[in-house]
């Protein structure tokens, strides 16, 4: 038995048009329809929202935006707020994806703007946080990783209070896209810093209610070993959360 709910979530990115978005959730919930006991989430773009509801049906898939500005509403052309979001029936959003960061050069500061105004809404933040190749190679993981928790979740710091809802993601860049994937161990190890960063700055039965996913290249032939391992809650899959049958596969990992 797992001591916190699995999630596997699906970050479709800027993929997949209307029709195989739908296709897709099809085979989702055709594929998962007896599974127990795991959440599934997906994140489609932004347009897709709509439709992907009405695919979602009464199937229990968790609907959640990629990202989110912090402001209600206002002169932010190309910009979506957290109450659209929750107006497209979003219960979840991904802040603080690498990509984000790196390409959209959003910063902590920023990402905990998000943080606040999402978790002010009810909109259940996924916060990712991750360390580069250089940085890993340098020795710096947890350094960069407590700057990054420390920073992106300043507000709740200051509150000295995080809700047990919220989801953290672990997503090592150098893991993204790229077919690396940090080995269970190694994985293993950054989640247990992560959840002892939770249990120093909040308590610990924060910690031992908040759910840390592990972002990276996963896939069908790895999830199983990755979710053995006793902090990882869940798996944040880019590539192969848009494939139906090796989703599906993620899902069932066990067995
Ligand atoms: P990947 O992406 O599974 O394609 O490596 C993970 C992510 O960016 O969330």
């Known amino acids: 038995m797992f001591e916190r709910t699995p999630m596997i979530a699906g970050n479709w990115k800027m993929n997949l048009r209307p029709a195989e978005a739908v296709k897709l959730i099809e085979t989702i919930s055709l594929g998962t329809g007896d599974v127990e006991g795991v959440d599934i989430l997906v994140a489609p773009p932004f347009t897709h929202l709509g439709i992907v509801r009405q695919a979602i ?17 206002g002169a932010y052309t190309g910009e979506i707020s957290g109450r659209m979001l929750q107006d497209a029936t979003c219960t979840h959003v991904i802040l603080g994806h690498s990509e984000r960061r790196e390409l959209f050069k959003e910063t902590d500061e920023m990402v905990n703007l998000k943080v606040k105004a999402a978790s002010f809404l009810g909109l259940i933040p996924i916060v990712c946080v991750g360390e580069t190749l250089a940085q890993r190679e340098a020795g710096h993981t947890f350094d960069v990783l407590k700057e990054q928790l420390n920073q992106s979740l300043e507000n709740f710091r200051l509150d000295q209070r995080m809700p047990t809802s919220t989801i953290l993601a672990y997503e090592p860049v150098w893991a993204i896209g790229t077919g690396l994937t940090a080995t269970p161990d190694e994985a293993q190890d950054v989640h247990h810093f992560i959840r002892e960063w939770v249990e120093t700055v909040f308590n610990s039965g924060t910690a031992t209610q908040v759910r840390i996913l592990y972002g990276g290249s996963v896939k069908p032939g790895n999830v199983s070993d990755l979710m053995s391992q006793p902090d990882i809650d869940g798996a944040l899959v880019g590539g192969a959360s848009l494939k139906g049958d090796s989703f599906v596969d993620i899902i069932r990992f066990q067995g």
């Open 57 to 73: 049906g009464n199937s229990g898939i968790f609907l959640a935006g990629q990202n989110m500005h912090w402001e209600a509403s």
